[in-house]
């Protein structure tokens, strides 16, 4: 069965590529699709136990079965490697973020704001993409 892997970072610096399309057993689960990748790619053998696995855009176990034309994510970890990550499909708020992340030994908290500007080096922006 055909699947479509999507990589980021230090994942997709290791392979090479952003997006591949894999032939995979039938059935197999997430744990095993990594083997599999490590197999092909041993760098990656030290980011397995930080990765986070994603299918159709839900985070799933190691133990998840995948189907036919699943979206298969492999996200490392963001900011660093820290526990405490937020994906959203609306917008962040300033104030929540420095409540969750505020503490009173801490001096200061650094953010980055982008925003799309409207044109860049003569052409029209349309939207930014970040990736790490």
């Known amino acids: 069965m055909k699947i479509r892997l999507r990589l980021f970072a230090s ?21 095993a699709l990594l083997e599999l990748l490590v197999s092909r790619y041993p760098r990656l053998q030290g980011l397995v136990p930080c990765l986070k696995i994603a299918v159709n855009q839900e985070y799933v176990e ?21 526990d405490r990550y937020e994906v959203a499909e609306t917008p962040l708020s300033l104030d929540a973020l420095c409540a969750a992340i505020g503490q009173p030994a801490a001096g200061a ?24």
Do not use: N
């Open 62 to 82: 190691g133990g998840h079965v995948l189907a036919e034309g699943d979206e298969v994510a492999l996200i490392p970890p963001v900011s660093g490697g820290v």
């Open 11 to 31: 994942v997709r610096e290791i392979v090479g590529d952003r997006e591949l399309v894999l032939e995979v057993p039938q059935g197999i689960k997430a744990a």
């Open 109 to 132: 908290i650094a953010t980055f704001l982008g925003i799309v500007r409207g044109v860049s080096r003569g052409r029209q922006v349309h939207y930014l993409e970040y990736d790490a």
